[in-house]
């Protein structure tokens, strides 16, 4: 574990195993945290807090550009240990992290150029507002973009004084421990940066119900998000959640079948699929689908499956057997419903994949919109194409799952673009381009994907309370119960 500044072991002295997705192999024993490891790193963030709550925005903006400093320094040695423990390909993984320094760099800014608000208030006031931290807040995170979704939680807390508790996913808990190296080499006061890795049902339970929490920010699954706000809630704990999604990728016949393939492509086979804005639904006009699935099976029967540190691999393994079952679970319920298989649907033959997870990219044609694989988060290379008549229809399919998190639109017609994206309901809609992210712009979801905002101001906000304070600047004496005969008033 990661807490107070150094790394110590778990107090029950327990360890589990992080394995490689590409082989099975172990690559680390990591301590496995449980409550008591819990209580004791939220005491050490609390005292902590004293010191780092009250630092002024500009020493904390100092102190995070050394972060992102450092982090581009050693960036070579994050990228090899995030390739090793998700066996995501290596081309990914090193255009992910080169952006992470800028989420440093933007929040100190934030932080430094941050002003309050002077509200107006009736009679003889003075009246301003401050933003202060919330103080120690909880965050859990998944293994799809280890040290990413880490950094969108980590980045905004440290700017707005806050010190925290990392309980990162089971599966890949090593960049985030490892981070903490970072953030002492930059100043980062000890205390204010600790990570407890462990499960779900251990750590990560103990660290939604510790009353000590201001809030717990969590990205997971739509269930985990449920659950986790529940429990946050009976401390009224903040909650936020970046969750499921079950984005569409919605092309238009404006632009070239060549383009539309490229499209979904990109958007579906990013991470093997598991992204909560995978492209997981294609949907495309009628008058060009049948060029499109032609075109799009060829391709993507061309996917270079491989060892994910080659940096020509263009698709790595999933992340473990449980979600490789699920993509196979979906894959057989798909055909069971009728869809038609037309890419992929098993896992690759011969070597060097009889060991680890590998699957290849599936698409499902003839999909109805009213099926399980096109309903329900599969978190895999799955694809299902659905085609559409007209607009009315495609915004109708796309809005048409429980989800909000993302889609994108495809078209070169400029007031068809803006029009369509802006009745889709969902939290991040991309016009000719999909998954782009950037630490200046909102990031979340509407519907069952989620509850607040990653990313830009509003994550800033989020991670701060407001305190009003006001002034009474008249010269008048005040008596409130004195008998002078003069009607009182509030204001
Ligand atoms: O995620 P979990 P899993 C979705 C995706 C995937 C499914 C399950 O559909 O197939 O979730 O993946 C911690 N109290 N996403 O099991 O369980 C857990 O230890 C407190 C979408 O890996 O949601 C981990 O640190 N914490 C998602 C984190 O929650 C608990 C990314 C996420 O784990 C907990 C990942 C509990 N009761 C999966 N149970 C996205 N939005 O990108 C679990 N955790």
Redesign the pocket.
Same mark, same amino acid.
């Given at each position: 574990m990661w807490v107070d500044g150094k790394e110590v072991l778990a107090s029950s002295g327990k360890t589990f195993s992080v394995q490689n997705p590409k082989n099975e192999e172990v690559i680390a024993q990591v301590a496995e945290g449980d409550a008591a490891d819990v209580d004791h790193a939220v005491a050490v963030a609390q005292r902590a807090f004293q010191q780092w709550g009250q630092a002024s925005a500009e020493s904390r903006g100092h102190i995070m550009a050394r972060v992102a400093e450092i982090l581009r320094r050693r960036l070579d040695e994050f990228i090899d240990i995030e390739v090793e423990q998700t066996g995501r390909a290596r081309r990914e993984m090193a255009a992910q992290l080169a952006r992470l320094p800028e989420w440093y760099d933007y929040f100190g800014a934030l932080a430094r150029t941050h002003e309050d608000t002077v509200p107006p208030f009736g009679g003889q006031f003075l009246n301003y507002t401050r933003r202060v931290p919330l103080g120690v807040v909880g965050h859990? /995170? &998944?293994?799809?973009h280890p040290l990413l979704i880490l950094t969108k939680k980590v980045a905004p807390s440290l700017a707005a004084g806050n010190t925290m508790v990392v309980? &990162?996913?089971? #599966?890949a808990p090593l960049t985030p421990l490892l981070l903490g190296e970072v953030m002492r080499e930059a100043g980062v006061p000890d205390g204010v940066y600790n990570v407890v890795p462990g499960? =779900? *049902?251990g750590a %990560? *339970?103990a660290l @939604?119900t510790h009353p000590g929490i201001r809030k717990i920010d #969590? /990205? %997971? =699954?739509t269930e985990?998000g449920k659950? !986790?706000a529940s429990l946050a809630g009976r401390n009224l704990t903040r909650f936020a959640g970046? #969750? $499921? $999604?079950k984005a569409s990728v919605v092309t238009f016949p404006d632009i070239s079948p060549r383009a539309v393939v490229s499209a979904v492509m990109f958007a579906s086979f990013v991470a093997t699929g598991q @992204?909560?804005v995978q492209g997981a639904r294609l949907l495309v006009h009628r008058s060009i689908h049948d060029e499109v699935v032609n075109e799009l099976v060829t391709r993507t029967q061309a996917l270079r499956l491989g060892d994910p540190q080659d940096l020509k691999t263009q698709v790595g393994p999933l992340i473990s057997e449980r979600?490789r079952a !699920?993509v196979e679970k979906y894959v057989r319920i798909g055909i069971e419903e009728g869809a038609t298989l037309a890419a992929g649907g098993r896992r690759p033959e011969g070597a060097p994949y009889e060991r680890g997870y590998w699957y290849l990219p599936t698409i499902f044609t003839d999909v109805r919109n009213d099926m399980r694989i096109a309903q329900e988060?599969i978190?895999g290379p799955v694809v299902c194409v659905l085609p559409f008549d007209d607009e009315d229809e495609a915004v109708a399919l796309a809005n048409g799952t429980e989800f909000g998190l993302a889609a994108s639109v495809w078209t070169s017609d400029v007031r068809r673009a803006h029009r369509v994206a802006h009745q889709i309901e969902a939290g991040i809609v991309w016009i000719n381009d999909h998954h782009r992210i950037d630490p200046a712009s909102p990031w979340g979801g509407f519907k069952m994907s989620g509850i607040g905002r990653e990313n830009g101001i509003a994550a800033y906000h989020d991670y701060t309370q407001i305190q009003n304070v006001i002034v009474n600047l008249s010269k008048e004496p005040f008596d409130w119960f004195s008998d002078d005969g003069e009607a009182k008033r509030y204001s």
């Open positions: 859990i /995170t &998944p293994w799809n309980k &990162p996913s089971e #599966l499960f =779900g *049902a %990560g *339970a @939604t #969590l /990205t %997971g =699954g985990t659950t !986790v970046e #969750l $499921g $999604g @992204t909560c979600q !699920v988060e978190f």
